[in-house]
């Protein structure tokens, strides 16, 4: 399938995935994100409910502390 994540056409294996799944796979479970799916903005506790399917849009984006 082809996603569109934060801009950039990305291939993945399958015709579907599991959210946390799409997170492993891109080196990010268990980190603080900010997710999108398909314009829609999600909390934290939807993450597992949601697939990603060919041509969803998915905007990440990491929560860092610093200073």
């Not at 599991?18 to 314009?39: F, Q």
Request: proline content about 9%.
């Amino acid at each position: 399938m082809t996603i569109t994540l934060n801009g950039e056409a990305k291939e993945l294996p399958g015709s579907e995935m599991p959210l946390p799944e799409l997170l492993e796979h891109l080196g990010l479970g268990g980190k603080p994100v900010v997710i999108e799916l398909d314009r829609e903005a999600l909390p934290p506790g939807d993450h597992a409910k949601r697939q990603v399917t060919d041509g969803s849009v998915i905007e990440i984006v990491m929560i860092a502390a610093g200073g």
